[in-house]
């Protein structure tokens, strides 16, 4: 078979090797630390929902990327990035952790002001959360190499200062709880990439802004806005 058109295909370097692991969609775990949850406006714990970006939302650590258009309040979110390796629906909880491939630190990009018009509507959030290269993510260190990340501080600092400072334990739904959950609405398989949510302490960024972000365990992430 021959295609009219070969778009590049979206990938993420693999720590330690010259090897790259092949993106095929991206789901995000919206309100899933507590404390973001109320500076979000919820004090309870949510139904789990989702959200979804393209593959090539991917930007690498070390990028300077370009402010988005359209918005004056831009929200730069910590997260723990899951990658699945492995096929599956319904799974189950206790078998959860044998799906995931490896783990990355990650940035979930939001056009915030975009977000609030958009939810105060309940009309879809694809024009906020979908925006171009709103996926950072560093290196993705595989399992077999490192072991499951269930705990660890995770930070993210704007210019120095740290802006978010907590603990991937705080996660409301963990790792085995989430793909069990996301896996009873969607068939998972390999090239997923799962962002897990942010800690509290979510801000605007602006044109000149550096973020370093880290997770113990993993390779940090550092992304300029031009």
């Given at each position: 078979m021959e295609y009219v058109l070969t778009p590049p295909v ?148 704007v210019n120095g200062p740290a802006k978010r400072d907590s ?60």
């Amino acid at each position: 078979m021959e295609y009219v058109l070969t778009p590049p295909v979206a990938s993420v370097p693999v720590a330690g090797s010259d090897k790259q692991f092949a993106v095929r969609r991206i789901f995000c775990v919206g309100r899933n630390y507590l404390e973001h949850a109320g500076e979000m406006g919820s004090d309870l714990r949510e139904t789990p929902f989702y959200f979804t970006k393209p593959g090539d939302a991917i930007v690498f650590t070390g990028a300077t990327i370009p402010h988005p258009s359209k918005t004056k309040s831009f929200h730069d979110e910590m997260e723990l990035v899951v990658a699945i390796g492995k096929c599956g629906s319904d799974i189950a909880q206790e078998r959860a952790l044998d799906h995931v491939w490896g783990y990355a630190c990650g940035i979930n990009r939001t056009r915030r002001d975009v977000h609030g018009a958009l939810r105060d509507k309940g009309r879809p959030w694809d024009m906020c959360k979908a925006c171009d290269r709103s996926s950072p993510i560093g290196l993705l260190h595989p399992v077999a190499a490192i072991g499951h990340i269930g705990k660890g501080r995770i930070r993210l600092q704007v210019n120095g200062p740290a802006k978010r400072d907590s603990g991937v334990s705080k996660m409301i739904l963990n790792v085995p709880e989430t793909i069990a959950n996301l896996s009873s609405l969607i068939e998972l398989a390999p090239g997923d990439l799962i962002y897990t949510g942010t800690p509290e302490g979510v801000g605007p960024v602006v044109s000149g802004d550096r973020m370093t972000g880290s997770i113990e365990g993993l390779s940090g992430i550092d992304i300029s806005i031009a």
